[in-house]
């Protein structure tokens, strides 16, 4: 499109061109005819040029004109083309967001019909990462990727979450972020046993004193915070206390915390 532009705007100049050098030609010729001490036989000579000349300008306005009209027509087209791709482009995307959302919506039902589990008395293996390779100058962040991304597979099944984020960005603090379809209160009953019980695992990395949890639900397509709480301690030799407690109910909307 650019080198189609590019063209459109090299015939607009060319015409432009061609339009001002038979300007300055007329314009030459009208200051020769008003020189004085100019024989009869001269200005008869240069009328007859001068007719010549303006038979000339026609031919070079009519083929100015013709550019301007091929360069005003490629970039019709043009615009028409892009046009015609941005609309296609957004029947596109439209129908590649209806077919994402639907996805979304089988994913959560998939969910939502499998029964939570109770969080394993032995742990999902915190342990086995590498975690001192989270802070100082070992900090890795392939490691911190590897750790995200397998915890957030890893707890699905306990936390209900279509939509687990697990962030280590902030030295010594885990953020977990859980979006799902939580509609009764024994499935939250059964969310907040199990955070416990991973806070209570979290205990053995000596790198975490910080664990924030925020879980998100979507309702009627509105997303409202439904539960936060946040594990603390003071080093790695204590034990992990539960504080900034905030519920919300999902029936009629109350709250507590």
């Known amino acids: 499109m650019m080198i189609i532009g590019m063209f459109s705007a090299g015939l607009t100049v060319l015409a432009i061109i061609f339009i001002l050098l038979r300007v300055v030609f007329d314009l030459r010729f009208s200051a020769i005819q008003k020189e004085p001490d100019q024989t009869p036989l001269f200005r008869r000579k240069m009328n007859h040029l001068r007719k010549i000349e303006q038979a000339r300008h026609i031919r070079y306005l009519l083929f100015s004109g013709l550019m301007v009209g091929c360069a005003l027509l490629v970039f019709i087209g043009s615009f028409l083309f892009l046009v015609d791709d941005h609309q296609k482009m957004k029947a596109k995307n439209t129908h590649l967001e209806d077919r994402v959302e639907r996805l979304e919506q089988q994913q959560k039902q998939l969910l ?19 975690w001192g390779k989270l802070s100082g100058e070992a900090r890795d962040s392939d490691v911190q ?21 697990i962030s280590l960005a902030v030295p010594k603090t885990m953020t977990l972020q859980l979006k799902g379809q939580t509609e009764d209160d024994k499935s939250m009953e059964t969310i907040r046993k199990n955070l416990d019980a991973f806070a209570k695992e979290a205990e053995g990395i000596l790198n975490l004193t910080e ?8 309702m009627d397509k509105e997303k409202k915070v439904v539960y936060s709480v946040s594990y603390s301690r003071e080093n790695g030799e204590e034990e992990f206390h539960k504080k900034n407690i905030s519920e919300q109910n999902l029936k009629n909307d109350g709250g507590k915390g």
């Open 112 to 130: 939502a019909s499998i029964p939570l589990k109770n969080y394993p008395e032995n742990g999902i293996g915190l342990n086995e990462y590498d």
């Open 145 to 165: 990727k590897e750790i995200e991304t397998g915890l957030a597979q890893k707890t699905v099944s306990y936390f209900g979450s279509s939509d687990t984020t």
């Open 211 to 218: 664990l924030h949890v925020r879980m998100v639900t979507s």
